[in-house]
T-cell receptor, first 113, second 112 residues
């Protein structure tokens, strides 16, 4: 059984650029959620995908978008990067729409300069 | 408006003693609660959970207590070990929301 893996682990981008982060969900899981964790804060929900459809969205602007693929892996895309987008981005996978047991990847540390 | 609050940013405990981490919530629609542990440079690791139909769940050294009337839950670690030193996040889910709502975390330091 493979766990949740994210790539890349670290990334530095310039303000205004676009970035794509990737996540492979745990074997057998059909739901992927993305969270943003700023320094000193708890993870904040960005959005969730269930069987390739967006299934809920947090308070993030439309420049945060995502995809889920038939194999249930997922991408998070952020356009027009801002300095405040610097954070740890976490992907979590679970079985079913409700995250009663969500397993997290190690995260991608994004720095926007 | 924080729906899940962990009011203690840090806690220091002696090895072998009990660690008690607290969490309060405001949304009465929450019906499932989870605790995660996070080491630096790693993602959160699921620790233990509890459904709102229970008031206690135990797994080895870890016990979670839920007081629905007070909208309060706590995580007890007995005995505490230096390897337990990490940031602990309380999270909740329920109602129409499938996602997790997290507190800001409590940094636990267990001293030998």
């Amino acid at each position: 059984e493979t766990g949740v893996t994210q790539s890349p682990t670290h990334l530095i981008k310039t303000r205004g650029q676009q970035v794509t982060l990737r996540c492979s969900s745990q074997s057998g899981h059909n739901t992927v959620s993305w969270y943003q964790q700023a320094l000193g804060q708890g993870p904040q929900f960005i959005f969730q995908y269930y069987r390739e459809e967006e299934n809920g969205r947090g308070n993030f602007p439309p420049r945060f978008s995502g995809l889920q693929f038939p194999n249930y892996s997922s991408e998070l895309n952020v356009n027009a990067l801002e300095l405040d987008d610097s954070a740890l981005y976490l992907c979590a996978s679970s079985l079913g729409r409700w995250n009663t047991e969500a397993f997290f990847g190690q995260g991608t540390r994004l720095t926007v300069v | 408006d924080q729906q899940v609050k962990q009011n203690s940013p840090s806690l220091s405990v002696q090895e072998g003693r009990i660690s008690i981490l607290n969490c309060d919530y405001t949304n009465s629609m929450f019906d499932y609660f989870l605790w995660y542990k996070k080491y630096p440079a790693e993602g959160p690791t699921f620790l233990i959970s509890i459904s709102s139909i229970k008031d206690k769940n135990e797994d080895g050294r870890f016990t979670v207590f839920l007081n629905k009337s007070a909208k309060h839950l706590s995580l007890h670690i007995v005995p505490s070990q230096p390897g337990d030193s990490a940031v602990y996040f309380c999270a909740a889910t329920g109602g129409s929301q499938g996602n997790l709502i997290f507190g800001k975390g409590t940094k636990l330091s267990v001293k030998p």
